[in-house]
C-alpha cells in the first residue's frame, strides 16, 4: 500500500500578509483520498448514473484485455493497459460536455473510446498505420499524447483561446504520477492558474512511472498538494472508486465552466498490469501488493454497491457482459483486417503545400513503388511473403 | 492614380525606417487584419520587448491579443499549440536565441508534426519569432545561431529577413501561413535602416523564395539573414580586386530555393556560403551539398563554406574574431580563383 500510506502535512510557514495572494488553505486537499462507494455519501449518489458508470467500466475492462491480447497475436505494437483505472477513464469522459476537449496522454486510449471514438480509430497509434486515427476536431478529442505532460500546455491554450472566443468550453487534461515531475506540468499549471483558464488537470496516480515508485518520484504530500503552489485547489480522490472520481471531476468542471479557473485532481489508483506489454513488473513490485488492490478493483468497489442497493441483478450484470463481449468481438475482428496503407500518405501531410524538396522525394518513392509493381506483374501475385503466412 | 504617379507618392511618403519598426507594423498589421492573430510572450507587453518590436500593441489591441506570458518558453509555445487547436493564429516571441531552447520539445513535437499526426486536420498556423545571431555584444546565451537545429526538423518553415521591407514582407506571409514557421530576426540588423514607407501597401513576399540582391559574373555569395550585409559590402570592395560577384538572399532556408541559387551558380560556376553559425553540421553542408548536387558541372570550384567557428559562442569582447567578415568572404573568393587556376 505504498501509494497509500499517509505522507506528512504540509504546513507552510506563512509569509507576511500582504504577500498572500489567497489563503492556501481551501486550496488545500484533504488528508485522505475522497470516497464515496461504501460511504454514506454514496446514498446520495445518482442510480443512473452509477449505472451508466457500471456498464462502462465492464466494457472498459473488456477493452483492455481485448487490446491486450491483440498485442500478444502482433496486431497492436504495444498497449498501455489502464486495467485497475478504469473508474478513472469513465469518469473522465462522462463529465465532459460534448463542446469540451479531452487531452489524453498514451495511457487513455480507454477515456476516448468512452467519450465515444470509434476503438479502432482510438487504436491507430498503437498499431502503427498512422500517429492519429481521427479528427481531433470531430471528437474534441486530442491526439494521444505519448511525450510526457506536453499535452497539459496544449489543454490550457485550448482552454483560455475558447474562453477569449467567448465559448464556456473546459478542457480536460490528464497526466500520470511520473508526467508530474516533467517541466511542463509546471509550466501548464503555473499558466493556467494565471490566467484562470478553464483547464481539469487530472492526475492518475498509478503508483509507478514505468518501474519508479511515487516516493522516488516526488517529496510532496500528496501530488493534489501541488496545486496550492500555483494558486488553484487541489483534490485528492480514490481512484478506484468511480463515484468519488466522478464527483469531483464534476465540481472542477463547473467550476471552470463558471469562470472559477483550474482544479488539479489526483486519483490514487493502481496499475494492474506491466507499463506496457513489453515491460516485467515483477522485477519492481510484488504479487502481494498486486493482490491487495485486486480487492480494491472499481469494478469490484461498485458492484458490490450497487448489489447491496438492490440496483444490479444477475440480468443487468449480463446485459453488460454481453454488451462488452459484443464490442470486443467487433474490435477483434476489425482489427485482425489489415489496415488499407498508401505509402504516398509519407508526404501527404507534412506542410500545407508540400515543397519542392518533397516533391521530388515523393516522385521517387511513387517510381519504386511502380518498379516493385512491375516486378511483382513479371513474376509474382503481387504479395509478399510475410502477407501469405499470415 | 497612375503607377507612375503611386510610385511617386510612395518614394516621397517613403523614410528611414528600421527593421525593428517593420516587424513591429506586420504585428500590428496582421492584428488588425484578423481577429485569429494573437501576440504572445515575455514582456511583449507593457514594454513592448526587449528590442520594441512589440511596442504599443497591448496598448492599441488589449491584453487578450498581446498578451504578457509568465516566463516560461515551453509554456508560451505550448498554450500556442492548444490555442491554435481552437482556430487562432498565435505569434510568439521567445526573447532571445538560447531562451528558445525549452521550448524545443514543444516545437519538435508537436508544432512541427500535428499537420502530419493528424493527416491534415490539425494545422498549425504558428509563427515563433526568434531573435538570433551575434554582433551586438550580447554576454554568453545571447547570441546563438540556431538555424540549424530548426532546418533539421520536418514540417516547419524557416525564414530570415536581411531588409527592412523584408522583415515586414516575410512576417506578413508567415503569420498568413497554415503552417508553423520559425521567423528567424537578425539582432544586428534590428536597427538597419532603409527608406520605407509604412503607409503604402506592402508587397507580401511569398515564403520560400531567395533573391538576387547584386548581380555578378565571377563568383556567388550564397547568405541569409546578418550576413547579406556584410557579404553586399565584401562584394563591392572585391571590385577592386577585379571580382564581380554576385550575392543571393536565401530568406527562407526551409523550403529552400534550389531553383534561384541553382541559376546564380550556374551563371557565375563558383560559390561560396556565407553565415555566421557554426560550419560543422551548419546549413552551410546541406546548402554546399545542394549545389554541388545540381551545379556540378558548371562548377569550376569547390564549394567552400565562410561560417563561424565550430565554438560555443564566444564572448562578446571576442565576437569580432567568430563573426565572417569581408576579409575572410575575400579570402575565400581569393581560394576560388586558385581552385579554377590549378
Known sequence: MTVMEQRGVYRPTPPPAWQLRTDPAPLLPDAEPYRVLGTEAAGKADEELLGRLYAQLVRGRRYNTQATALTKQGRLAVYPSSTGQEACEVAAALVLEERDWLFPSYRDT???VARGLDPVQALTLLRGDWHTGYDPREYRIAPLCTPLATQLPHAVGLAHAARLKGDDVVALAMVGDGGTSEGDFHEALNFAAVWQAPVVFLVQNNGFAISVPLDKQTAAPSLAHKAVGYGMPGRLVDGNDAAAVHEVLSEAVSRAREGGGPTLVEAVTYRMEAHTNADDATRYRGDAEVEAWRAHDPIVLLERELTERGLLDEDRMRAARDDAEAMAADLRGRMNQDPDLDPMDLFRHVYAEQ?????????????ELEASNEEHTDGTDGTDGEENAR | MSTVAAERATKKAAKPATMAQALGRALRDSLAEDPAVHVLGEDVGALGGVFRVTDGLTKEFGEDRCTDTPLAEAGILGTAVGMAMYGLRP????????????????LISHVARMRNRTRGAMPMPITVRVPYGGGIGGVEHHSDSSEAYYMATPGLHVVTPATVADAYGLLRASIASDDPVVFLEPKRLYWSKADWNPDAPQAVEPIGKAVVRRTGRSATLLTYGPSVPVCMEAAEAAVAEGWDLEVVDLRSLVPFDDETVAASVRRTGRAVVVHESGGFGGPGGEIAARVTERCFHHLEAPVLRVAGFDIPYPPPMLERH?????????????????????
Open chain 1, 110 to 112: 480507454l477515456a476516448a
Open chain 1, 355 to 367: 515543397t519542392t524538396q518533397l516533391r521530388e522525394q515523393a516522385a521517387q518513392l511513387r517510381a
Open chain 2, 91 to 106: 505569434v510568439v516571441e521567445m526573447q532571445f536565441d538560447a531562451f528558445a531552447y525549452p521550448a524545443f520539445e514543444q
Open chain 2, 322 to 342: 567568430h563573426l565572417p567578415g569581408v576579409d575572410r568572404i575575400l579570402d575565400a573568393v581569393a581560394r576560388l580563383q586558385w581552385e579554377a587556376d590549378n
